[in-house]
T-cell receptor, first 117, second 112 residues
Framework: GAGVSQTPSNKVTEKGKYVELRCDPISGHTALYWYRQSLGQGPEFLIY????????DSGLPNDRFFAVRPEGSVSTLKIQRTERGDSAVYLC???????????????FGEGSRLTVL | GENVEQHPSTLSVQEGDSAVIKCTYS??????FPWYKQELGKRPQLIID?????GEKKDQRIAVTLNKTAKHFSLHITETQPEDSAVYFC???????????FGSGTQLTVLP
C-alpha cells in the first residue's frame, strides 16, 4: 500500500482481556517499529524488527507485551491481561534500508487507539 | 538511556512571526535528530532531520540547528502560517536504526 496501515483504528476492551494490534508496513521496508503514545506525550519506543527478528525489544514495558513479524512484513503487537494503564495510541512505523549507514526516515501509521475499561 | 527535554510546552505566535522550539539530549553518542509535526488525531510526520556531522539544515521556512558540545538542537519556523499550528516533537537516536527517544512536545498555535 501507499503508507503504513494499522488495524483496528480503535479498540475498546475490558481489563484482563487479550488484544492484538496489526501493522502492515510500506512494501519493501525491512525495518518495523512499534511505539506507544499516551495523551499529551511523545511516542515511546517499544520494539524494533529488522526483517523477521526483534532486533531490540528493550522498550516493552513487561512480559504482557509481545510482538511478532513472522514473514518479515506484517507485524502483530499482542497484549495479554490488559490493564487500564495500557490505554494509549499504539503507533507502528517502518523505514527503508536507506543508503550507507543512514537508515531511511520513519513513516508512521495512523495508530491504533486502545482503551481498556 | 537517552533523555530528551523539550521547551516550551506551548507556544503562540502571530501569523508571519517566527517560532523557535528547543530540545536538549543527554547521550553524547546520539547522532540523528528528527523533528515531527503531529496534527490532532493524525500520525507524526517528519518535517526535517539533522545528523551529527552537520550543524545546520534548512528547508524553505524550516531550519534546524545542532550544537553537539552543548547537546541541544532547535527548530526554527519563519513566516509562520495558521496551517503550521500543530504539536511538534523533537527526537534523538544513536546508531543506524531509528529507536527514537522523543521529547514531550510543543503545541504551536499560529494566530491569524
Amino acid at each position: 500500500g501507499a503508507g503504513v496501515s494499522q488495524t483496528p483504528s480503535n479498540k475498546v476492551t475490558e481489563k484482563g482481556k487479550y488484544v492484538e494490534l496489526r501493522c502492515d508496513p510500506i512494501s519493501g521496508h525491512t525495518a518495523l517499529y512499534w511505539y506507544r503514545q499516551s495523551l499529551g506525550q511523545g511516542p515511546e519506543f517499544l520494539i524494533y524488527f529488522q526483517g523477521t527478528g526483534a532486533a531490540d525489544d528493550s522498550g516493552l514495558p513487561n512480559d504482557r507485551f509481545f510482538a511478532v513479524r513472522p514473514e518479515g512484513s506484517v507485524s502483530t503487537l499482542k497484549i495479554q491481561r490488559t490493564e487500564r494503564g495500557d490505554s494509549a495510541v499504539y503507533l507502528c512505523a517502518s523505514s527503508s534500508p536507506g543508503t550507507g549507514s543512514n537508515t531511511g526516515e520513519l513513516f508512521f501509521g495512523e495508530g491504533s487507539r486502545l482503551t481498556v475499561l | 538511556g537517552e533523555n530528551v527535554e523539550q521547551h516550551p510546552s506551548t507556544l503562540s505566535v502571530q501569523e508571519g512571526d517566527s517560532a523557535v522550539i528547543k530540545c536538549t539530549y543527554s547521550d553524547s553518542a546520539s547522532n540523528y535528530f528528527p523533528w515531527y509535526k503531529q496534527e490532532l488525531g493524525k500520525r507524526p510526520q517528519l518535517i526535517i532531520d539533522i545528523r551529527s556531522n552537520v550543524g545546520e539544515k534548512k528547508d524553505q521556512r524550516i531550519a534546524v540547528t545542532l550544537n553537539k558540545t552543548a547537546k541541544h538542537f532547535s527548530l526554527h519556523i519563519t513566516e509562520t502560517q495558521p496551517e503550521d499550528s500543530a504539536v511538534y516533537f523533537c527526537a534523538a537516536s544513536l546508531g543506524s536504526a531509528r529507536q527514537l527517544t522523543f521529547g514531550s512536545g510543543t503545541q504551536l498555535t499560529v494566530l491569524p
